[in-house]
């Protein structure tokens, strides 16, 4: 049975760095499409990292430089390291896994979707001081 769960979410003041973990079972994640999203109140989820089984990965424009998705095969453990972190990025974070990474890769299409198939619980992120 597939199953994704988030851990590492907290408060952290403006600047800071946070590592989100995602573990996975039931499947391996390398051979899959992941992903890392977020829904803050009153707004649409958004993706906001992901990454495909070629290790191609992509990121937000409101995330890039500062964030960065990777796994750990071995663990099959999915990652976000959130660094110089900012208020709007308070949200629940999401991660997800897809089948259709393949696809996506050989046609050229953006990881950066919401429409993955398979979805954790989320864990919160507060940036404040």
């Known amino acids: 049975q597939l199953q994704l769960v988030e851990s590492g979410g907290g408060l952290v003041q403006p600047g800071g760095s946070l590592r989100l973990s995602c573990a996975a079972s039931?499947?391996?994640?390398?051979?899959?499409?992941m992903g890392w999203f977020r829904q803050a109140p009153g707004k649409e989820r958004e993706a906001v990292a992901c990454?495909?089984?070629?290790?191609?990965?992509m990121y937000a424009d409101s995330v890039k430089g500062r964030f960065a998705i990777s796994r750990d095969n071995a663990k099959n453990l999915l990652y976000l390291q959130m660094n110089r972190l900012k208020p709007e990025d308070t949200a629940v974070y999401f991660c997800?896994?897809?089948?259709?990474?393949?696809?996506?890769?050989?046609?050229?299409?953006?990881?950066?979707?919401?429409?993955?198939?398979?979805w954790g619980q989320g864990t919160q992120v507060t940036v404040s001081s």
């Open positions: 039931g499947f391996s994640l390398d051979n899959f499409a």
């Open positions: 997800a896994v897809d089948e259709r990474g393949a696809i996506w890769t050989v046609m050229g299409l953006s990881c950066l979707r919401t429409d993955f198939g398979s």
């Open positions: 990454i495909l089984s070629n290790d191609d990965s």
